[in-house]
């Protein structure tokens, strides 16, 4: 698994500095998709409008192309299999993300989770979690639950 990761990051993505510090970058890339990859499926039920979410949120954070999309996808899906906390996933984001981008990032699993156009249970308990283990307050969790739902809404109108 280590080899296909590297191999993707070495062949597609260009390292994020000059310091040589990519597979920091590399792992943190990973990290950012399974997550929003488990947060697709918290509710235990992954259909065609979180999928989407998922791929449009990981190649636009991160600029890819579709095929650089499509491929980090399928290593963050079994990076998520055999994942066996979230914490993995959580300490690489909150060690190298400012509080703006960890904000971005509960945004985001908002998005996904109401992409079907429901909040579920499961998928709250998920984003809560991550909030704290970002070390990010209720007040952001709220704001940005919030900010989500207006946009639903709106577009819904």
Known sequence: MLTAI???FDT???????SGNTDSEHALRLATAALLIETS?????VND???????NAVKRIFSLSD???AELIQLAEKEAD???SLYQFTSLIDRHFSVEQKRHMLEMMWRIAFADERKDKHE???VRKVTDLLHLTEVDFARTRHKVEIEMQQGAR
Do not use: G, I, K
């Not at 597609?12 to 000059?18: D, E, M, T």
């Not at 409008?49 to 791929?55: L, Y």
């Open 6 to 8: 590297r191999q993707f």
């Open 12 to 18: 597609h993505l260009q390292p994020a500095s000059a």
């Open 41 to 45: 499926r918290a509710d235990f039920d």
């Open 49 to 55: 409008s979180e999928r989407e979410t998922v791929v």
């Open 67 to 69: 095929q650089e999309t």
């Open 82 to 84: 055999d994942a066996t």
């Open 124 to 126: 709250e308990h998920l």
